[in-house]
């Protein structure tokens, strides 16, 4: 099946560093999405991204399918940004299910 | 703006019995999904829904798992005889379109969900 490799695995800020998160995915996919799991657990959608560039206030993402990647820009970061983002892809095929990558841990110190 | 809600948020049962997790999915979405994480590990499908039956699902959805419509709104998980390594938190999404793969899964909250 289709493969799903993030990183960095963990990543440590300052406030008001800037970074950029990676996922590789190993097939064509019909659909990408970037997730936050903020410290109670919940999966909160940042970006429905298969294709292009988006931007939502301090994030912004951009997906390069033809060369199977995908990057996740943080600005001006706030410890409140801090906690797991995943990566999650749809493969192709008719499988309707998303495949999640390992996650970035993203800790952002004050 | 309208979400996926999950009930209940925390349930904590013994080994062996039964369980049902509740979701409502957005209304007019089509698509409906299981999915879990345990503790510490990334999300993994369990299984997909569409038109009152399974569309897909995971080799973990053994027949120990099963899931129902029961109503317009409601979409629950169950689980007959529950293992220590059912714990995990468990994720409900609903998907809009009738073409999956064209459009944002919104998952609930989760229900975490703890065997003894």
């Known amino acids: 099946g289709i493969q799903v490799e993030q990183s960095p695995p963990d990543l440590i800020l300052q406030e008001g560093a800037n970074s950029t998160l990676r996922c590789n995915f190993s097939?064509?996919?019909?659909?990408l999405q970037w997730f936050h799991q903020n410290p109670w657990g919940q999966l909160i959608n940042l970006f429905y991204?298969?294709?292009g560039t988006k931007q939502n206030g301090r994030l912004s993402a951009t997906t390069v399918a033809t060369e199977r990647y995908s990057l996740l820009y943080i600005s001006s970061s706030q410890t409140t940004d801090s906690g797991v983002y995943f990566c999650a892809v749809e493969p192709p095929g008719g499988s309707e299910k998303l495949v999640f990558g390992k996650g970035t841990k993203l800790t952002v110190n004050p | 703006e309208p979400e996926v809600t999950q009930t209940p948020s925390h349930q904590v049962t013994q080994m062996g019995q039964e369980v049902i997790l509740r979701c409502v999915p957005i209304s007019n979405h089509l698509y409906f999904y299981w999915y879990r994480q345990i503790l510490g590990q990334k999300v993994e499908f369990l299984v997909s829904?569409?038109?009152?039956?399974?569309?897909?699902k995971s080799e973990i959805f053994d027949d120990q798992f099963s899931v129902e419509r029961p109503d317009g709104s409601n979409f629950t998980l169950k689980i007959r005889s529950t293992k220590l390594e059912d714990s995990a938190m468990y994720f409900c999404?609903?998907?809009?379109?009738?073409?999956?793969?064209?459009?944002?899964?919104?998952f609930g909250p989760g229900t975490r969900l703890t065997v003894l």
């Open positions: 999404a609903s998907q809009p379109l009738g073409l999956a793969g064209t459009d944002t899964q919104y």
């Open positions: 097939d064509s996919v019909n659909n």
């Open positions: 991204i298969p294709s």
């Open positions: 829904f569409y038109n009152n039956e399974i569309s897909e």
